[in-house]
């Protein structure tokens, strides 16, 4: 049996009072990150074991971690790719420069890396705006690198030329 109090009830239209509902959710949940689903099976385990954890801090509240864990996310894809250079931020030049990231996606996913220095350096937490828009940054970073690569070879295999 539940039990509770009148500041668990509210009034509806009618002025009749009705219970309210919280509904906790577990694990927790953030909108409008974690659309791979199915999808993270083509990323490379690292990175998707970096991933898993990253949307698990920022569906958590862990705002530092979320921050740290993007940037160690973006550069297991740095590293993945070969991209050369001694920072991160030499990478991310790099992968540009070789057309494995646009320009402006480069210069997006330099705004991303500053978030985790920031986390991990000056120990700061970012808005969860900030949070969940990087975090939508980097998903669709691995479904234009690694997924939708392997999706288009699923669904119109090399015929041979003629």
């Given at each position: 049996?539940?039990?509770g109090?009148?500041?668990?009830?509210d009034?509806?239209?009618?002025g009749q009072?009705?219970?309210?509902?919280i509904?906790?959710?577990f694990?927790?949940?953030?909108e409008?990150?974690?659309?791979?689903g199915?999808d993270?099976?083509?990323?490379?385990?690292s990175?998707?074991?970096?991933?898993?954890?990253?949307?698990k801090a920022l569906?958590?509240?862990l705002p530092v971690?979320?921050?740290i864990g993007m940037?160690?996310?973006?550069e297991?894809v740095?590293?993945e790719k070969?991209?050369?250079g001694?920072?991160l931020h030499l990478?991310?030049?790099d992968?540009?420069s070789?057309g494995?990231?646009?320009?402006?996606?480069?210069?997006?996913l330099?705004?991303?890396?500053?978030l985790?220095?920031e986390?991990?350096?000056?120990?700061?937490?970012?808005?969860?705006?900030q949070?969940?828009?990087a975090?939508?940054?980097?998903?669709?970073?691995?479904?234009?690198?690694?997924?939708n690569?392997?999706?288009y070879?699923?669904?119109?295999?090399?015929?041979p030329?003629?």
């Amino acid at each position: 049996m539940a039990s509770g109090d009148s500041e668990d009830c509210d009034y509806d239209d009618d002025g009749q009072l009705q219970p309210s509902v919280i509904e906790n959710l577990f694990p927790p949940r953030m909108e409008g990150v974690g659309r791979l689903g199915l999808d993270l099976w083509w990323l490379p385990p690292s990175l998707k074991a970096i991933y898993d954890e990253s949307l698990k801090a920022l569906s958590g509240g862990l705002p530092v971690l979320a921050a740290i864990g993007m940037r160690a996310l973006l550069e297991g894809v740095c590293k993945e790719k070969q991209a050369e250079g001694k920072t991160l931020h030499l990478q991310i030049e790099d992968l540009a420069s070789r057309g494995i990231l646009n320009p402006q996606n480069a210069k997006i996913l330099h705004k991303v890396r500053a978030l985790g220095n920031e986390a991990a350096h000056e120990l700061t937490a970012q808005k969860a705006s900030q949070l969940g828009l990087a975090m939508n940054i980097l998903e669709h970073l691995l479904k234009d690198v690694y997924i939708n690569p392997r999706l288009y070879e699923q669904e119109f295999p090399a015929t041979p030329t003629p």
